[in-house]
C-alpha cells in the first residue's frame, strides 16, 4: 500500500512568507555593516576605446575618500566557463557602461562627487555591433588575447585570433542528401534583441578583506559555491578562507549567475584597509554596466516530405555575446543541443557561434538560450505548414518526439522523458483550436490564435552536484541546510514539504535556513537551470533517510527490538504496529536517555547528496553525447486581438501545458507559470535593448524600457500541469521553473499571422513594429 | 540642515536631514526602516511605496524635508497588534510574493487603495498597483490578493453590522 502524501502535492503557502509580507526579510540592499563604506564607479562613455590615462589624483584627496581603484593593478583574469573579464577595464574598454574606476568613500554622495574628479582619456577604437559583421575574417578582435585565456577545456572551444568564444556543433545523419531530396523546403531568418533580466533588487555585495587574507561576502547572487569557488582560484585563497552569506534575494531569473560584483567589492576593500564595502548597481548600471541576455540571429532551414514528415533541419546561430562571453559560451551550446525543438529529426545540423561584439555582455537569463531559439523554430514550424497546407497542431505531431525516437544529439527518447504530445494537445482544446477566433465588435479589430511547443534540459557541467544536511531538534523539529538559493521560485518550501514528509513530522517544524553560509551550508554548485527542486530534492530525501536510520538505530536498543521492525510517523518511533509503545522524536535528538540517566546516540544529523548521473561531454565534431538530467517539455496556445489602427495588441488568453512529472506544491507551481508566461511576454512586446550607431545603449531605464506592469497582463491565463513522472525525480518531478517563459513570443508570433496574415521574424512585437507591417500589407496589396 | 517633525506608523520622530536628503534615505538609513525598498531611486518602480497622511507616494522621490507635520506609514506598521494584517494574510493566501522585493511597495499601494475604496473594482484594483512594478509574480494572484483582503474587511464589517 502506497502511504497517503500528506505535505507533497499539497497548495503549501511559502515558508518565507511572513518575512516577505512584514518588510522584514533582509536584503543585501538591506545590510549595514560598522564601518561600511559605499561605492560609486566611473563607466566607459564608449562602446570601443584605448584608455590613454586615468587621473584620480583628486578624487583620492577628497575627504571621506578610502580607496580609489584603476585596472591598471587588478591583473586578475575571472570566469566560470571562459576566464575573459577583468574586474576593472585595463588598456582597453569593450562596451559602453564598462566599470573603469571604483571609488569607496564613507558615504555614497562622497564617492559619487569623487568619480566626477575622476579625468579618463580615450581613444576611441572601431566598435563592432552586429555579431555576423564580428565574424568576419577581418573584423578587429574584441578580444585579441583570447587564445591566452583559460576555459573549460573540452566542452568549449573558442577559436583563437577570432571573435568566436565558442561554437557549438550538432551533426546528426546526412542533412544535406536529406534536404537535396525532400519534397518541400523553406529557409527563414528571426532575430532577438538582447534583453534585461530587470531583477528587483539590483545585484548588490558587501565583501570586507580580513586578517590573513580571508574574505568575507554578502551578495545578492544565486552561486554561494561559485562565488566562493571562483574568488578562491582568482585570488589564490583556500576556498575555507573565502566565506560567502546570501541573505534573501530579490529575483535573479539567471542574471545573478555566476560572478558579479563580489570581486570588485572585495578588492576595494582590500585596499580600504579591510573596511566592509558594499557595492549596488543602481538602477541604470543595472541595464548597461551589469549582464543582460544575449541577442541572437538565427537561419533555419527545414525540408519534409509531402504528407509533413521533417527529413532535415539546419540552423546557424549566431549569439550576440557581447563584451564577454564566459556564461554566453554555455549558452551557445546549450540552446544547440536543443536547438531543433522537441521533434524528431533524422537529419539534422546545427552550428551555434557565441561572438563577441561591443555591447554590455550577456549571460544566463531564465530559459537559457531557448526563448530565443525557440523564438525561430517555433515560427518556422508554423511557416512550413503552411507551406504544406497543413494545421500547425498536425504539423506538430506528425513530428514531435516519441518512444522510440531519438534526439539531435543521439539520447533515446523514453516515457520517462514527459509527454509533449500531451502538452499540445491540452493547449489546442482549452483554446478551441478548431474553432476560428468571434470577430470582435470593432471592425478595426481582428483576432488571431497561435500555439507553439517548448522544451528545455538543464545546462549544468556533468558533474553537478548538491549535499543537504538535516539536524534534529530537541523538540524534534529539524533544521535543513542547503546552498541553493530561493530568490523566489519557492524552492524552499518544496523542499520543506519533502523533509516533512520523508521525516514524518509536521511540516511546522521544518525550518529552512533562509541565508546560505558556505562556512555551515553543504555544497551545491548554483542555483540555476531549474534543476535544485530536482537536486535537493533527491538529497534531502537521502538526508531525511539518514536522519531515520539514527533514529531507528538508538530506538531500537531502547525499546530492545530490531531497527528493521521499528516505523516512523508523526515525530514518534515505535515497533511496527504498536504506536503505543513509541518515543517522541524529541528524546532521541540529541541521545536517548535511560531511567537510570545512561545514555546512548547523540545528536542526529543525517545527509544527503546527490550528483548528476550519467551525462556525457559532447562530442567536439557533431555533438552527440547526453547532455542532460531530464527534459521539460510543453506548450502555449494564446489568443490575441490586434488593433490594426494602432498596432496596438490585447492578450485575450494564454493557456500553458508542462508536463512536471509531478507538481510537489501547485499553488507555486502555478505562481511559477503565471509569473514566467508575464515575463515572457515581456519579451514578446516590448524589451529589447536599443543602441546608437556608437553602440551607446539608448534605453538604460523603465521609461524607455518597458517591462509588464499590472495593466498589460492578459485578460486569461490557464495552466494545464502534467504529471507523467520523471524516473529519477523526487516522487517523480521534475523541473519546471524556467520553462513557462519559453515560446510565450513563438505562441504570439503565431496568433498574429492567424490575425492579420503578416510574418513576424523580429521581436519585440510592440506595436510600431506591427503597425509599419499592417501599413505595409496594406499598400502592397 | 533642517529639523523636521513628523510620524512614522504612529511614532513621533525628529530629525535633522540635509536639503537633499529623500524620504526614503531618511526611512531606510536613519530610521533602520528597510522593509521600504529602492528599486530604480527615479520614481519608476514602486519599491519605496509608503503612505503620506494615508495616501501611497513613491518616497524616493520626496524629500525628506516634504515629510515634516506629515504622518507616514511604512511597511512595518502594516502588521497589527504582533499578528498580520488582513491585507498582508491575503497577500500569503493567493501567493502573491515570490522574491519579495516588490512586496512591501505593493502592499502600501493597496492599503491606500483599501483607505480610500474598501469595495474597488478589478480595475480599481490594477489602476492602484500599475506603478508598482513586480518582475516575478506576474500580477495575477497580486491583484486577487487585494480582491480577497476587501472581501475579507467588508465581510468582517458586514459581520460587525449585523451582530
Ligand atoms: S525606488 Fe522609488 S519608484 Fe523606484
Ligand atoms: S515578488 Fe519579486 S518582484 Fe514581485
Redesign the interface.
Given at each position: 500500500m502506497t502511504r497517503e502524501l500528506k505535505y507533497v502535492g499539497k497548495?503549501i503557502?511559502?515558508a518565507?512568507?511572513?518575512?516577505?509580507?512584514?518588510?522584514?526579510?533582509?536584503?543585501t540592499?538591506?545590510l549595514?555593516l560598522h564601518g561600511m563604506l559605499h561605492t560609486a564607479l566611473v563607466l566607459s562613455p564608449h562602446a570601443s576605446a584605448r584608455i590613454v590615462s586615468i587621473d584620480i589624483e583628486k578624487a583620492e584627496q577628497v575627504q571621506g575618500v578610502r580607496a580609489v581603484l584603476t585596472g591598471n593593478g587588478l591583473c586578475y583574469q575571472l570566469g566560470l566557463y571562459l576566464q575573459d573579464k577583468c574586474i576593472l577595464a585595463r588598456d582597453i574598454v569593450r562596451y559602453h557602461g564598462e566599470p573603469v574606476v571604483a571609488i569607496a568613500a564613507d558615504t555614497l554622495d562622497i564617492a559619487n562627487a569623487a568619480c566626477r574628479l575622476v579625468e579618463v582619456q580615450y581613444e576611441a577604437l572601431p566598435s563592432l555591433l552586429d555579431p555576423r559583421d564580428a565574424m568576419e575574417e577581418s573584423a578587429h578582435l574584441v578580444h585579441p588575447d583570447l587564445h591566452t585565456y583559460n576555459y573549460m577545456k573540452g566542452v568549449f572551444f573558442p577559436k583563437a585570433h577570432s571573435n568566436i568564444a565558442h561554437h557549438q556543433k550538432i551533426r546528426k545523419g546526412d542533412f544535406d542528401r536529406a534536404f537535396e531530396k525532400a519534397d518541400i523546403r523553406l529557409t527563414a531568418s528571426f532575430y532577438n534583441p538582447p534583453v534585461q533580466?530587470?531583477?528587483?533588487?539590483?545585484h548588490a555585495a558587501v565583501a570586507q578583506a580580513l586578517p590573513g587574507n580571508r574574505i568575507e561576502i554578502w551578495t545578492s547572487s544565486q552561486s554561494p559555491y561559485t562565488v566562493r569557488h571562483l574568488l578562491s582560484v582568482c585570488f589564490g585563497l583556500p576556498h575555507a578562507d573565502v566565506r560567502v552569506h546570501v541573505p534573501?534575494?530579490?529575483?535573479?531569473?539567471g542574471g545573478k549567475a555566476g560572478l558579479g560584483l563580489e570581486p570588485l567589492a572585495y578588492v576595494l576593500s582590500r585596499a580600504a584597509g579591510g573596511r566592509p564595502v558594499k557595492v549596488v548597481a543602481?538602477?541604470e548600471q543595472e541595464f548597461n554596466t551589469l549582464p543582460s541576455r544575449q541577442g541572437l540571429h538565427s537561419t533555419i532551414e527545414i525540408a519534409t516530405s509531402n504528407d509533413g514528415k521533417i527529413v532535415a533541419l539546419k540552423s546557424t546561430y549566431i549569439w550576440d555575446a557581447g563584451a564577454y562571453a564566459d556564461y554566453g559560451v554555455n549558452i551557445g551550446r546549450s540552446a544547440a543541443y536543443s536547438g531543433a525543438g522537441p521533434y524528431s529529426i533524422d537529419n539534422c545540423w546545427i552550428d551555434s557561434y557565441v561572438v563577441y561584439t561591443n555591447k554590455v555582455f550577456g549571460t544566463a537569463f531564465r530559459g537559457f538560450g531557448h526563448l530565443e531559439v525557440l523564438w525561430g523554430i517555433e515560427r518556422a514550424m508554423d511557416l512550413m505548414a503552411r507551406k504544406l497546407g497543413m494545421d500547425p497542431v498536425e504539423f506538430r505531431k506528425r513530428n514531435l518526439l516519441k518512444e522510440g525516437d531519438t534526439t539531435i544529439t543521439g539520447e533515446a527518447f523514453t516515457s520517462g522523458h514527459g509527454n509533449p504530445q500531451q502538452c499540445l494537445e491540452a493547449v489546442a482544446e482549452a483554446i478551441e483550436w478548431r474553432t476560428p477566433s468571434a470577430p470582435p465588435i470593432e471592425p478595426h479589430k481582428v483576432r488571431g490564435k497561435g500555439i507553439a511547443m517548448l522544451h528545455k534540459a538543464p545546462a549544468m557541467p556533468t558533474s553537478t552536484s548538491c549535499a543537504v544536511v538535516i539536524k534534529l531538534d530537541e523538540d524534534g523539529g529539524a533544521d535543513v541546510l542547503v546552498s541553493g538559493v530561493d530568490?523566489?521560485?519557492?524552492t524552499y518550501t518544496v523542499l520543506r514539504q519533502i523533509a516533512a514528509e520523508e521525516l514524518r513530522i509536521p511540516i511546522e517544524k521544518v525550518h529552512i535556513t533562509w541565508e546560505c553560509d558556505t562556512a555551515f551550508s553543504p555544497y551545491d554548485w548554483q542555483t540555476v537551470a531549474s534543476r535544485f527542486a530536482y537536486m535537493g530534492g533527491n538529497a534531502i530525501i537521502e538526508a531525511a533517510a539518514d536522519c531515520l536510520d539514527q533514529i531507528r538505530f538508538v530506538a531500537a536498543q531502547a525499546l530492545d527490538v530490531a531497527p528493521e521492525d521499528l516505523e516512523c510517523e508523526h515525530g514518534t518511533v515505535y515497533p511496527k504496529g504498536h504506536p503505543d509503545r513509541g518515543i517522541p522524536y524529541s528524546q532521541l535528538a540529541l541521545g536517548y536517555t535511560f531511567e537510570n540517566g545512561n545514555s546512548i546516540g547523540g545528536p542526529i544529523i543525517g545527509h544527503g547528496r546527490f550528483i548528476a548521473k550519467g551525462l556525457t561531454h559532447l562530442d567536439p565534431d557533431t555533438g552527440q553525447g547526453l547532455p542532460a538530467q531530464f527534459w521539460t517539455y510543453g506548450a502555449h496556445s494564446v489568443e490575441v486581438e490586434v488593433d490594426t489602427e494602432t498596432g496596438e495588441i490585447e492578450i485575450l488568453n494564454i493557456v500553458s501545458a508542462l508536463d512536471a512529472g509531478k507538481v510537489l506544491n501547485p499553488?507555486?507551481c502555478?505562481?511559477q507559470v503565471?509569473?514566467?508566461?508575464?515575463?515572457g511576454l515581456g519579451s514578446a512586446l516590448w524589451e529589447g535593448f536599443v543602441f546608437d550607431e556608437k553602440g551607446r545603449l539608448l534605453n538604460p531605464?523603465?521609461?524607455d524600457y518597458k517591462?509588464?506592469?499590472?495593466?498589460d497582463?492578459p485578460h486569461r491565463?490557464q495552466q494545464i500541469l502534467l504529471e507523467n513522472p520523471q524516473p529519477g525525480g523526487p516522487y517523480g518531478a521534475r523541473g519546471v521553473a524556467e520553462h513557462p517563459m519559453i515560446s510565450i513570443p513563438s505562441a504570439i508570433g503565431n496568433a498574429l499571422y492567424d490575425a492579420l496574415g503578416i510574418e513576424f521574424t523580429t521581436l519585440p512585437l510592440n506595436y510600431e513594429r506591427i503597425l509599419t507591417r499592417i501599413r505595409e500589407k496594406a499598400e502592397s496589396s | 540642515m533642517y529639523d523636521i517633525r513628523f510620524t512614522v506608523n504612529g511614532q513621533p520622530e525628529h530629525a535633522t536631514v540635509p536639503a537633499t536628503m529623500t524620504l526614503l534615505d531618511l526611512l531606510r538609513d536613519r530610521l533602520a526602516l528597510t522593509g521600504t525598498k529602492e528599486g530604480c531611486g527615479i520614481g519608476e518602480c514602486g519599491a519605496c511605496t509608503v503612505l503620506l497622511d494615508g495616501k501611497p507616494i513613491t518616497s524616493c522621490l520626496m524629500l525628506a524635508v516634504e515629510a515634516d507635520g506629515h504622518d507616514i506609514e511604512t511597511i512595518e506598521g502594516e502588521a497589527v497588534g504582533g499578528g498580520l494584517s488582513v491585507l498582508q494574510q491575503a497577500f500569503i493566501d493567493t501567493g502573491a510574493i515570490q522574491c519579495g522585493f516588490c512586496t512591501p511597495g505593493m502592499i502600501m499601494s493597496a492599503r491606500g487603495l483599501l483607505n480610500r475604496t474598501p469595495d474597488p473594482s478589478d480595475e480599481n484594483i490594477v489602476e492602484a498597483i500599475a506603478g508598482n512594478l513586480c518582475r516575478c509574480t506576474g500580477y495575477e494572484a497580486i491583484i486577487a490578493a487585494v480582491r480577497l483582503a476587501a472581501d475579507r474587511l467588508a465581510g468582517a464589517k458586514q459581520g460587525r453590522g449585523q451582530s
Open positions: 497548495p503557502a511559502r518565507d512568507a511572513v518575512d516577505k509580507v512584514t518588510g522584514a526579510a533582509q536584503y540592499h538591506d549595514c533580466h530587470v531583477p528587483m533588487e539590483t534573501y534575494v530579490g529575483g535573479g531569473f543602481t538602477r530568490y523566489g521560485q519557492g499553488k507555486l502555478v505562481g503565471v509569473g514566467g508566461v508575464v515575463q531605464a523603465f521609461v517591462i509588464p506592469t499590472a495593466k497582463i491565463t | -
